[in-house]
């Protein structure tokens, strides 16, 4: 099975999507904080596992990467 990563916007990511970040850290979003801090146009993706908390804010615009399988 091949695995590519395919750019899209934040907007697009969904619950269930491993994406990486321009920083290059890469998550799976388990949850998806829309209008985050009550500010359209703002999305929050959280990675909440046992293994680890955290959560990342960014304009729902932003460039990401999502994790594509074949």
Not at 1 to 20: F, H, L, N, P, Y
Not at 39 to 51: L, V, Y
């Amino acid at each position: 099975m091949a695995e590519q990563w395919k750019s899209t916007t934040a907007s697009e990511v969904q619950a269930g999507d491993q994406i990486r970040l321009t920083s290059g850290r890469s998550l799976t979003v388990t949850r998806i904080e829309a209008a985050f801090m009550g500010r359209p146009g703002m999305i929050a993706f959280i990675q909440d596992t046992p293994e680890e908390w955290f959560k990342q804010p960014m304009p729902d615009t932003t460039a990401v990467e999502v994790l594509q399988t074949e």
